[in-house]
C-alpha cells in the first residue's frame, strides 16, 4: 500500500485546506517543531480509517472554538494494483465516499470494503477504540506509545493467524480440534484449569477426605479412651501409697527442725553484733588515748619552735624600725621637687596662652584679608553676571523654530537641485551680431538657459518659439519650491533675521552668552556658595574674635625671664608626681610591714608564755601516769572482746546458717508440693472416671467400623475417577504437544524476520513468539527475561523491530502495509539510533513509511530529503 496525497480541512488546527501530496514510496520525512500539526496528521489518517462517519462522538476532530466546523479527509493511495480515493466528513456534513478503480462505493459499503483491505473492525457505536484497530493499530504507532506493543498484537491476533493460513495453506484448520474440545469438556467435568477436581470428582475426593478425617478422630479417641483406663489404674495406685505414707508430715517435721536450727544461729549472730561494736568502740577509744600521748610527748618540741619563731619576729621588727628615718626623708624630699615642678608649669602655660592668643590675632587678621578679597570678588562676578544675562536676553532664539528653519531651507536646496535635473535646458550658440531674446532677456553668443515654465523665445526677422518644459515633475517640484520659499520667508520673520546664516549666527551666539552665563554661575557659586550677605556676616564674625583674641592677650600679665618649654615642663611635673607616688607608696608599705612584724613578735611572745607554763604545770605528770593507766586497761579489754568474738563466729560458721535458710525453703516447698500433688491426683482420679463412664457408653468401636465401610466404598469410587483424570489430562496434554507443533509451523515466518531485525540491534539475542503470535521470552548472552523488563528505549527498539517483523510478514501475504512512526525512538542514544536507520531504511524498500519528527537532525543520515511542516503549509497557503 502508498498513500500517495493526503487533504484535510476544518480538522483540528487545519481550519483552512492543506494538502500533503508527492509521497513517495519508502521513507517520507515530515518533520517540525511541537504545535505545527504533525500529530493531527496522523490523527486525519487515523480518522479516516477507524471512525464511522456518522459517529457523534469525535468532537476532538473540529477546530477549537468552532462548532459549525466539518472536518474532512481526502486520501489517494494505491492498493492490490489499484488507485483509491477516499473522501470522509464528518458531524456537520456527514458522509463517507470510496472509489476503488471505476468502482464508487458510499457509506457503510464505503468502511467496510476498507475494513476488509487493511484488518480492522468498525465500532458498533462510539468512537473507535485500540480494540477496533487490527493490522493498522499494530503499524501505526502513535506518539508516546512506541513501547506498548502487547494490546495491539492481541487486536490483531485474529487477522495475523488469517495471514499466516494463506501463506501455509491452510494448515491450522485441521479435525484435530474437535477432537481436543471433546477431550478439554470431558476433563473439564472433573478437572479445573488448574488441574484442581471439579464436579462429582471434587465431591468424591472431599467426601472421602472427610471419612478419613472422622476415621482418623475416632481411632484417636479410642486411643485416648484405652490410655485414660491405664492412667485410672496408676493414679489409684499412687493415691493409696500417699495415703498410707503421707510423706508431707515429715517434710513439715523437718521443716520444724531446721528451723530451730536457724533461731539458734540467729541468736549468736546477735551477740556477736553486740560485742563487735563493743570492740569498735575500745579501738576509737584506744586511738584517742593514744593520740593525747603523743601530743603531751610533743609539747616540748613546739616550746623550743615557738621560743625561735619569738626571736625571728623581734629581729626582724628591728630591722624595719631602723629603716623608718630614711625612706620618711626620701618622701620628704620628692615632695619639695613636686612643688618646683608644678611651679614651672604654670609658668610655662601662661607663655604657651600667650603665644597661642598671638597666633590666633594673626590668623584671625589673615582670614579677615582673605574674606574681603572675596567679597571684591563677588560683587565683581555679580556685575558681570548682570551683563551677561542682558546679553543672553539680546541673542534669544527658539531653537524649534530654528530647526524647522533649517529643514525647509535644506528642502528648499533639494527643490532647486531636483528642478535643476528636470529643467529644460536650452543651449545656443550664435553667429557674431545675430541675437534672440528670451522672456525679455537678450541672448548672444553662446551659452545656456535653463526653463522651469512656459517661455516665449523672440527670433528676428523669423518670429517666435513658445517653449513648455514637459512632464508633471516640473510643475509640482515648482509649485514645491514656491511653496518652500514662502514658508523660508515666514519662518525668518518668526526669527526677526534674514537668512539662515544670521539665524545660525545668533544661535552660536545665544550658546556663547549661556556658556559665559554658566561659568559665571559657577565662579559665584566657588566665591560665595552661601551667598554675599553669608561672606559679609562671616566677615563680622571673624573680626569680632580677632578683638577679643587681642583683648585677652593685653591682659594677660607679661613672663620675665626664660622659660622651659610646656611640654617640657609637664613631662618634668609628671616625673616628680611619679617619683612622689613611688616614695608615699614605700612608706606606707613600709609602715604596714612594720605594725605587722610588731604584731607577730607580740603573737609569738604570747604562745611561747602559754605553752611553757603549761609544761611546768604539776598536775602535768599526774595526768601523763593516769593517761598509761587508762591505755592499759583498754588494751586488756580490746583482747578478751577479740578472742570472743572468734570463737563465736567459729561456732557460727560451722553451722552455716545460709544452707539452713535454704533448707528451711526447700523442705517448706517440697510439703507444699506433695500435699498440692495429693490434691491434684484426687481430683483427676474423679474427672478421669467420670469421663471413662461417658465413653464407655458412646459406643466409639463400632462407630469406628461403620466409618471404616463408607471410606472403603469412597475411595474405590475416588480412584475411578482419579484414573479417568489421569488419562483425559495426559490425552489432552498430548493433543496440544501436537498443535503446538503445528502453531510452531505457523509461527516460523514470523519469526524468521523478527530474527532478521533483531540480529542488528542485537546480536546473539532472540525474541520468543508465543501461540498467539505475542513477543515472549527474550533472550540475550545466556540471559533469560521477558521483554518487559527492558529499559524504556530498549523496549521502544524491540517493538519496533517487531512491527516491521509483522509488516514483513503481511507484505508476504499479499496484504497491504503502511507504517506511520510519530515521534518514535525519542528515548534511543545514539548508537542505537543509527541500527535503526539501517534497519528502517532496509523495511522502507519493502514498506512506504511516514516518518513524523520534531527533531530533523536525528535523521540526517536516512537517506532521504526531510520535508519542513511548516513550509509545506506556507507553500499552500500561498
Request: proline content about 3%.
Given at each position: 500500500?502508498?498513500?500517495?496525497?493526503?487533504?484535510?480541512?476544518?480538522?483540528?488546527?487545519?481550519?483552512e485546506?492543506?494538502?500533503?501530496?508527492?509521497?513517495?514510496?519508502?521513507?517520507?520525512?515530515?518533520h517540525?517543531?511541537?504545535?505545527?500539526?504533525k500529530?493531527?496528521?496522523?490523527r486525519?489518517?487515523?480518522?479516516?480509517?477507524?471512525?464511522?462517519?456518522?459517529?457523534?462522538?469525535?468532537?476532538?476532530?473540529?477546530?477549537?472554538?468552532?462548532?459549525?466546523?466539518?472536518?474532512?479527509?481526502?486520501?489517494?493511495?494505491?492498493a492490490?494494483?489499484k488507485?483509491?480515493?477516499?473522501?470522509?466528513?464528518f458531524?456537520?456534513?456527514?458522509?463517507?465516499?470510496l472509489?476503488?478503480?471505476?468502482?464508487?462505493?458510499?457509506?457503510?459499503?464505503?468502511?467496510?470494503?476498507?475494513?476488509?483491505?487493511?484488518?480492522y473492525?468498525?465500532?458498533?457505536?462510539?468512537?473507535s477504540?485500540?480494540?477496533?484497530?487490527?493490522?493498522p493499530?499494530?503499524?501505526?504507532?502513535?506518539?508516546?506509545t512506541?513501547?506498548?506493543?502487547?494490546?495491539?498484537?492481541?487486536?490483531a491476533?485474529?487477522?495475523?493467524?488469517?495471514?499466516?493460513?494463506?501463506?501455509?495453506?491452510?494448515?491450522?484448520?485441521?479435525?484435530?480440534?474437535?477432537?481436543?474440545?471433546?477431550?478439554?469438556?470431558?476433563?473439564?467435568?472433573?478437572?479445573?484449569?488448574?488441574?484442581?477436581?471439579?464436579?462429582?470428582?471434587?465431591?468424591?475426593?472431599?467426601?472421602?477426605q472427610?471419612?478419613?478425617?472422622?476415621?482418623?478422630?475416632?481411632?484417636?479417641?479410642?486411643?485416648?479412651?484405652?490410655?485414660?483406663?491405664?492412667?485410672?489404674?496408676?493414679?489409684?495406685?499412687?493415691?493409696?501409697?500417699?495415703?498410707?505414707?503421707?510423706?508431707w508430715?515429715?517434710?513439715?517435721?523437718?521443716?520444724?527442725?531446721?528451723?530451730?536450727?536457724?533461731?539458734h544461729?540467729?541468736?549468736?549472730?546477735?551477740?556477736?553484733?553486740?560485742?563487735q561494736?563493743?570492740?569498735?568502740?575500745?579501738?576509737q577509744?584506744?586511738?584517742?588515748?593514744?593520740?593525747?600521748?603523743?601530743?603531751m610527748?610533743?609539747?616540748?618540741?613546739?616550746?623550743?619552735?615557738?621560743?625561735?619563731?619569738?626571736e625571728?619576729?623581734?629581729?626582724a621588727?628591728?630591722?624595719?624600725?631602723?629603716?623608718?628615718?630614711?625612706?620618711?626623708?626620701?618622701?620628704?624630699?620628692?615632695?619639695?621637687?613636686?612643688s618646683?615642678?608644678e611651679?614651672?608649669?604654670?609658668?610655662?602655660?601662661?607663655?604657651?596662652?600667650r603665644?597661642?592668643?598671638?597666633?590666633?590675632?594673626?590668623?584671625?587678621?589673615?582670614?579677615?584679608?582673605?574674606?574681603?578679597?572675596?567679597?571684591?570678588?563677588?560683587?565683581?562676578?555679580?556685575?558681570d553676571?548682570?551683563?551677561?544675562?542682558?546679553?543672553?536676553?539680546?541673542?534669544?532664539?527658539?531653537?524649534?523654530?530654528?530647526?524647522?528653519?533649517?529643514?525647509?531651507?535644506?528642502?528648499?536646496?533639494?527643490?532647486?537641485?531636483?528642478?535643476?535635473?528636470?529643467a529644460?535646458?536650452?543651449?545656443?550658440?550664435?553667429?557674431?551680431g545675430?541675437?534672440?531674446s528670451?522672456?525679455?532677456?537678450?541672448l548672444?553668443g553662446?551659452?545656456e538657459?535653463?526653463?522651469?515654465e512656459?517661455?516665449?523665445?523672440?527670433?528676428?526677422?523669423?518670429?517666435k518659439?513658445?517653449?513648455?518644459?514637459?512632464?508633471?515633475?516640473?510643475?509640482?517640484?515648482?509649485?514645491?519650491?514656491?511653496?518652500?520659499?514662502?514658508?523660508?520667508?515666514?519662518?525668518?520673520?518668526?526669527?526677526?533675521?534674514?537668512?539662515?546664516?544670521?539665524?545660525?549666527?545668533?544661535?552660536?551666539s545665544?550658546?556663547?552668552?549661556?556658556?559665559?552665563?554658566?561659568?559665571?554661575?559657577?565662579?559665584?557659586?566657588?566665591?560665595?556658595?552661601?551667598?554675599?550677605?553669608?561672606?559679609?556676616?562671616?566677615?563680622?564674625?571673624?573680626?569680632?574674635?580677632?578683638?577679643?583674641?587681642?583683648?585677652?592677650?593685653?591682659?594677660?600679665?607679661?613672663?620675665?625671664?626664660?622659660?622651659?618649654?610646656?611640654?617640657?615642663?609637664?613631662?618634668?611635673?609628671?616625673?616628680?608626681?611619679?617619683?612622689?607616688?613611688?616614695a608615699?607608696?614605700?612608706?606606707?608599705e613600709?609602715?604596714?610591714?612594720?605594725?605587722?612584724?610588731?604584731?607577730?613578735?607580740?603573737?609569738a611572745?604570747?604562745?611561747?608564755?602559754?605553752?611553757?607554763?603549761?609544761?611546768?604545770?604539776?598536775?602535768?605528770?599526774?595526768?601523763a601516769?593516769?593517761?598509761a593507766?587508762?591505755?592499759?586497761?583498754?588494751q586488756?579489754?580490746?583482747?578478751?572482746?577479740?578472742?570472743s568474738?572468734?570463737?563465736?563466729q567459729?561456732?557460727?560458721?560451722?553451722?552455716?546458717?545460709?544452707?539452713?535458710?535454704?533448707?528451711?525453703?526447700?523442705?517448706s516447698?517440697?510439703?507444699?508440693?506433695?500435699?498440692?500433688?495429693?490434691?491434684?491426683?484426687?481430683?483427676?482420679?474423679?474427672?478421669?472416671?467420670?469421663r471413662?463412664?461417658?465413653?464407655?457408653?458412646?459406643?466409639?468401636?463400632e462407630?469406628?467400623?461403620?466409618?471404616?465401610?463408607e471410606?472403603?466404598?469412597?475411595?474405590?469410587?475416588?480412584?475411578e475417577?482419579h484414573?479417568?483424570?489421569?488419562?483425559?489430562?495426559?490425552?489432552?496434554?498430548?493433543?496440544?504437544d501436537?498443535?503446538?507443533?503445528?502453531?510452531?509451523?505457523?509461527?516460523?515466518?514470523?519469526?524468521?524476520?523478527?530474527?532478521?531485525?533483531?540480529?542488528?540491534?542485537?546480536?546473539?539475542?532472540?525474541?520468543?513468539?508465543?501461540?498467539?503470535?505475542?513477543?515472549?521470552a527474550?533472550?540475550?548472552?545466556?540471559?533469560?527475561g521477558?521483554?518487559?523488563?527492558?529499559?524504556f528505549?530498549?523496549r521502544?527498539?524491540?517493538?519496533?523491530?517487531?512491527?516491521?517483523?509483522?509488516?514483513?510478514?503481511?507484505?508476504e501475504?499479499?496484504?497491504?502495509?503502511?507504517?506511520?512512526?510519530?515521534?518514535?525512538?525519542?528515548?534511543?542514544?545514539?548508537?542505537?539510533?543509527?541500527?535503526?536507520?539501517?534497519?528502517?531504511?532496509?523495511?522502507?524498500?519493502?514498506h512506504?513509511?511516514?516518518?513524523?519528527?520534531?527533531?530533523?537532525?536525528?535523521?540526517?543520515?536516512?537517506?532521504?530529503?526531510?520535508?519542513?511542516?511548516?513550509?509545506?503549509?506556507?507553500?499552500?497557503?500561498?
Amino acid at each position: 500500500m502508498q498513500l500517495k496525497r493526503l487533504a484535510i480541512q476544518q480538522f483540528r488546527q487545519f481550519r483552512e485546506p492543506f494538502e500533503l501530496v508527492a509521497l513517495t514510496p519508502g521513507i517520507n520525512l515530515i518533520h517540525g517543531p511541537n504545535e505545527s500539526g504533525k500529530s493531527t496528521l496522523v490523527r486525519a489518517i487515523r480518522a479516516a480509517f477507524f471512525e464511522r462517519h456518522r459517529s457523534g462522538t469525535v468532537d476532538d476532530l473540529r477546530p477549537w472554538g468552532d462548532s459549525a466546523a466539518a472536518p474532512t479527509i481526502d486520501l489517494e493511495f494505491e492498493a492490490g494494483g489499484k488507485e483509491w480515493r477516499l473522501t470522509k466528513s464528518f458531524l456537520q456534513r456527514k458522509r463517507c465516499d470510496l472509489q476503488v478503480g471505476t468502482q464508487r462505493f458510499s457509506g457503510e459499503e464505503a468502511e467496510a470494503k476498507l475494513t476488509d483491505l487493511l484488518g480492522y473492525e468498525q465500532p458498533q457505536r462510539g468512537a473507535s477504540q485500540d480494540r477496533h484497530w487490527g493490522i493498522p493499530g499494530l503499524l501505526w504507532v502513535e506518539q508516546g506509545t512506541g513501547q506498548e506493543l502487547q494490546q495491539s498484537v492481541e487486536h490483531a491476533g485474529d487477522h495475523l493467524k488469517s495471514a499466516l493460513n494463506s501463506l501455509l495453506g491452510e494448515v491450522a484448520s485441521t479435525g484435530g480440534d474437535d477432537i481436543i474440545n471433546q477431550v478439554s469438556a470431558q476433563r473439564g467435568e472433573l478437572l479445573t484449569g488448574t488441574g484442581k477436581p471439579r464436579g462429582e470428582y471434587d465431591r468424591i475426593a472431599k467426601q472421602r477426605q472427610e471419612l478419613e478425617a472422622q476415621l482418623s478422630t475416632l481411632q484417636e479417641r479410642i486411643a485416648t479412651y484405652q490410655a485414660d483406663v491405664d492412667r485410672l489404674g496408676e493414679l489409684r495406685r499412687d493415691h493409696q501409697q500417699d495415703e498410707a505414707n503421707k510423706p508431707w508430715h515429715v517434710l513439715w517435721q523437718q521443716h520444724r527442725q531446721a528451723e530451730e536450727r536457724f533461731r539458734h544461729v540467729q541468736q549468736r549472730q546477735q551477740e556477736q553484733a553486740r560485742e563487735q561494736q563493743a570492740l569498735e568502740s575500745c579501738q576509737q577509744t584506744l586511738g584517742l588515748l593514744e593520740q593525747r600521748r603523743e601530743e603531751m610527748s610533743e609539747q616540748a618540741a613546739r616550746l623550743q619552735k615557738r621560743e625561735k619563731e619569738h626571736e625571728s619576729a623581734c629581729k626582724a621588727h628591728a630591722e624595719l624600725q631602723a629603716q623608718s628615718p630614711q625612706l620618711e626623708q626620701k618622701e620628704r624630699e620628692a615632695q619639695q621637687a613636686y612643688s618646683a615642678a608644678e611651679s614651672v608649669v604654670k609658668q610655662a602655660r601662661a607663655q604657651s596662652q600667650r603665644e597661642k592668643l598671638a597666633q590666633d590675632v594673626h590668623r584671625l587678621q589673615a582670614r579677615l584679608d582673605t574674606l574681603a578679597e572675596s567679597i571684591g570678588k563677588v560683587r565683581g562676578y555679580q556685575n558681570d553676571l548682570k551683563s551677561a544675562r542682558a546679553e543672553l536676553r539680546d541673542n534669544t532664539i527658539d531653537e524649534k523654530a530654528l530647526a524647522a528653519l533649517r529643514k525647509t531651507c535644506r528642502e528648499l536646496d533639494e527643490t532647486r537641485i531636483r528642478l535643476q535635473v528636470v529643467a529644460t535646458r536650452l543651449r545656443y550658440e550664435l553667429e557674431a551680431g545675430r541675437s534672440l531674446s528670451l522672456k525679455g532677456k537678450s541672448l548672444e553668443g553662446s551659452g545656456e538657459e535653463q526653463l522651469l515654465e512656459e517661455s516665449e523665445l523672440h527670433i528676428p526677422g523669423i518670429g517666435k518659439l513658445s517653449i513648455a518644459p514637459g512632464g508633471e515633475d516640473v510643475s509640482k517640484l515648482r509649485r514645491q519650491l514656491e511653496r518652500l520659499q514662502q514658508d523660508e520667508a515666514a519662518q525668518l520673520g518668526k526669527l526677526h533675521v534674514t537668512s539662515l546664516e544670521e539665524a545660525e549666527a545668533r544661535a552660536q551666539s545665544h550658546s556663547k552668552s549661556l556658556e559665559n552665563l554658566r561659568r559665571l554661575e559657577a565662579l559665584l557659586e566657588s566665591a560665595a556658595p552661601k551667598g554675599l550677605e553669608a561672606l559679609c556676616n562671616e566677615e563680622a564674625d571673624v573680626r569680632k574674635q580677632r578683638d577679643d583674641c587681642r583683648s585677652e592677650l593685653d591682659s594677660l600679665p607679661s613672663t620675665e625671664g626664660k622659660t622651659l618649654p610646656l611640654r617640657e615642663a609637664e613631662a618634668a611635673l609628671q616625673a616628680a608626681e611619679k617619683a612622689l607616688q613611688s616614695a608615699e607608696t614605700t612608706l606606707r608599705e613600709h609602715r604596714t610591714q612594720l605594725a605587722m612584724a610588731q604584731q607577730r613578735q607580740e603573737s609569738a611572745r604570747k604562745e611561747w608564755q602559754a605553752l611553757d607554763d603549761e609544761i611546768r604545770a604539776p598536775e602535768r605528770e599526774e595526768a601523763a601516769e593516769k593517761l598509761a593507766q587508762q591505755i592499759r586497761n583498754v588494751q586488756q579489754q580490746q583482747s578478751a572482746l577479740a578472742s570472743s568474738l572468734r570463737e563465736r563466729q567459729a561456732e557460727i560458721d560451722q553451722a552455716q546458717p545460709d544452707f539452713l535458710q535454704q533448707d528451711m525453703q526447700r523442705l517448706s516447698a517440697s510439703a507444699q508440693q506433695a500435699e498440692e500433688a495429693r490434691r491434684q491426683r484426687a481430683l483427676e482420679l474423679q474427672a478421669l472416671q467420670s469421663r471413662l463412664e461417658v465413653q464407655g457408653a458412646e459406643g466409639l468401636e463400632e462407630k469406628c467400623n461403620e466409618v471404616a465401610a463408607e471410606l472403603e466404598h469412597a475411595s474405590r469410587r475416588y480412584q475411578e475417577l482419579h484414573r479417568r483424570a489421569q488419562a483425559l489430562d495426559l490425552l489432552l496434554d498430548l493433543l496440544q504437544d501436537k498443535r503446538q507443533a503445528l502453531t510452531r509451523r505457523l509461527q516460523a515466518p514470523l519469526q524468521k524476520h523478527l530474527d532478521r531485525y533483531l540480529a542488528l540491534l542485537f546480536p546473539k539475542a532472540r525474541l520468543d513468539v508465543d501461540e498467539n503470535l505475542k513477543p515472549g521470552a527474550f533472550e540475550r548472552e545466556g540471559e533469560l527475561g521477558h521483554m518487559e523488563e527492558l529499559s524504556f528505549g530498549a523496549r521502544e527498539q524491540v517493538a519496533l523491530l517487531s512491527r516491521l517483523a509483522y509488516a514483513d510478514l503481511l507484505k508476504e501475504a499479499g496484504r497491504p502495509t503502511l507504517i506511520i512512526l510519530d515521534d518514535s525512538l525519542v528515548h534511543s542514544d545514539t548508537e542505537r539510533l543509527g541500527q535503526m536507520k539501517r534497519i528502517l531504511f532496509d523495511a522502507a524498500q519493502r514498506h512506504q513509511i511516514l516518518l513524523f519528527t520534531c527533531h530533523p537532525e536525528n535523521w540526517r543520515d536516512l537517506g532521504v530529503a526531510p520535508r519542513d511542516l511548516r513550509s509545506l503549509r506556507s507553500e499552500f497557503q500561498s
